[in-house]
């Protein structure tokens, strides 16, 4: 482990401390909640179990190590990286994920595609960025002829998952979802659980004196600020936002949130999505369609997936507005934000 990332995990272990105080209050059914920082999938994670043990918090580890390892794009021999350059693998956890990621392709209309990593590399995000460039007009016109999920299949067999060449996958956009739905069915025996997946988060039970989790949001325009305060619990909350990586060139501010039907940086009015669900792998990737989609269009498609799975919506636009439909989102007084309820 190098230097810079053991400073990581000591800040993210103070991070994890605070966020204790804050949730587990006293201790837990079978002693005080257990603690440990992993760095996996390119960032710090936090996870704080209640009415655990040790075997517990080890499986948790060991579960996101496997699937850091086998959903990582770029390392030689990983299951992603045997379906990019074979075509086919056979991997019951990618297959799960594969799966679910078309049906989320699906019901967005193609907002959230994993196929889009021929357009994310040529602009220089994704896993293992390179240099960040407006790529050429008739590179990403050839980027995109090879973006499209009907191109991701799964066998009958459950475990085979099949990509028609020369397309490829990249789950950045979803990978921390998933490992979220895969820990809290790991960890289901278990009492409260807070996973901190890199500013993500998967809520599971209640604080000891039987009250609801608090999570702030964070503030896209300030790292250090909050536009409020969510009290929920068995759910997760993902959050996407076109302030998290970007670049300038020529004037111009270009981010990492790509609408794979144009290759292009969406441009919809939304600064940052927060979705709260059940799942975790459809929180993941409809926060990064939301933000793709523009406010109007995303608080469509929450009323068009309702029968499929509610999620509740926290939207931030570009003119400083914040439209929320959770019943229990409580907003930060004394920002430059104008707050709406949307029912």
């Known amino acids: ?16 401390a605070l966020l204790l105080l804050a949730g587990c209050g006293g201790r837990a059914a079978s002693g005080a909640p257990l603690r440990r920082t992993v760095f996996a999938m390119d960032t710090v994670m936090t996870l704080t179990l209640c009415g655990a043990s040790d075997a517990d918090l080890q499986a948790a580890e060991d579960e ?14 990983s299951d992603v990286y045997t379906l990019n350059h074979t075509g086919s693998v056979r991997s019951a956890a990618l297959a799960e994920l594969c799966a679910r990621a078309n049906e989320l392709a699906a019901e967005t209309g193609g907002l959230f595609d994993v196929t889009v990593a021929p357009v994310l590399a040529l602009w220089g995000f994704g896993e293992n960025a390179g240099d960040l460039r407006v790529p050429d007009g008739a590179a990403l016109a050839e980027a995109l002829s090879r973006v ?25 956009g979803v990978a921390k979802g998933f490992a979220a739905d895969r820990l809290l069915r790991l960890l289901d025996r278990t009492g409260g659980a807070v996973l901190d997946l890199g500013g993500d988060v998967a809520l599971r039970g209640t604080r000891d004196d039987g009250s609801r989790w608090r999570v702030a949001i964070r503030d896209p325009a300030d790292a250090g600020a909050y536009l409020g305060v969510l009290e929920t619990t068995d759910v997760c909350v993902m959050t996407s936002g076109v302030y998290e990586r970007y670049f300038e060139q020529d004037g111009v501010r270009y ?3 790509l609408d794979p039907r144009t290759g292009y940086p969406a441009d919809s009015g939304v600064v940052s999505a927060t979705v709260v669900c059940e799942s975790g792998v459809r929180a993941d990737a409809l926060a990064t ?23 509740d919506l926290i939207l931030v636009t570009d003119d400083a507005r914040v439209l929320y439909t959770c019943a229990d989102f409580t907003p930060e007084p004394g920002n430059s934000y104008t707050y709406e309820a949307v029912s």
């Open 148 to 172: 499209g999920y009907e191109r991701l299949s799964v066998d009958g067999d459950g475990e085979t998952v099949r990509l028609a060449l020369p397309a490829q996958v990249d789950f950045g």
């Open 64 to 77: 996101i190590n496997r699937l850091d390892a086998a959903l990582a794009r770029t390392r030689a021999g």
């Open 289 to 311: 369609a939301c933000c793709a989609a523009g406010a109007d269009a995303a608080l469509r498609l929450r009323e068009t997936l309702a029968d499929v799975m509610p999620f």
């Open 1 to 16: 482990m190098n230097g810079m990332k053991q400073i990581f995990l000591r800040l993210a272990a103070l991070a994890g």
């Open 255 to 257: 981010h990492h949130i």
